[in-house]
């Protein structure tokens, strides 16, 4: 059964922290100290702090479903471009997880086309996002999607410096 999307309400704050703590660290734990994680879920990602972003101008948010239970969710955020982008008109993908049971089974592919559909609505000439150079499920889903690398950012987990790759796509060529 393929997902359904839809956009996510205020009502769904609580939903999209939990989902958002729980997705997040099933994907890093494994690569980072348990101090690391510990310290970014308990000052960075609380979920007071991901509750207040569904409400915070500029950020869409989706919620990806099947038979009913919510299985991932994408963040979109319209904000400052990177420098390395300019002035052009973009929109950032700045999280888009499903949930572990689900990787594999459609829903990051509904998620996708849905956040470039949005990107298209809204008249966006790129939409983009920054992966973990290290997270090469994530980068290979990306570039199947056509994503093409154009720089590099430091990410802080905790106290690991980290560096995340920012990828982009030209929705122009859609």
Not at 100 to 129: C, F, R
Not at 145 to 164: A, M, P, V, Y
Request: charged content about 25%.
């Amino acid at each position: 059964m393929l997902p359904i999307v839809r956009y996510a309400t205020e009502n769904d704050a609580e939903l999209i922290a939990d989902l958002s703590r729980q997705t997040f660290y099933e994907t890093y734990a494994v690569y980072n100290t348990k101090e690391d994680m510990d310290k970014f879920m308990n000052e960075q990602f609380t979920k007071q702090a991901l509750m207040k972003e569904v409400t915070t101008v500029g950020n869409i948010f989706l919620l990806a479903y099947a038979d009913n239970v919510v299985k991932g969710y994408v963040r979109l955020r319209e904000s400052k471009n990177p420098e390395e982008l300019g002035n052009i008109n973009a929109i950032e993908i700045a999280r888009i997880y499903a949930c572990t049971n689900m990787i594999g089974k459609g829903v990051g592919s509904a998620l996708m086309q849905k956040s470039i559909d949005v990107a298209k609505e809204k008249g966006k000439q790129i939409i983009w996002l920054a992966v973990w150079k290290k997270n090469q499920r994530a980068i290979d889903f990306y570039t199947r999607w056509g994503f093409e690398k154009f720089g590099e950012h430091d990410f802080i987990l905790g106290n690991d410096l980290q560096s995340d790759w920012m990828m982009k796509k030209n929705i122009n060529l859609i």
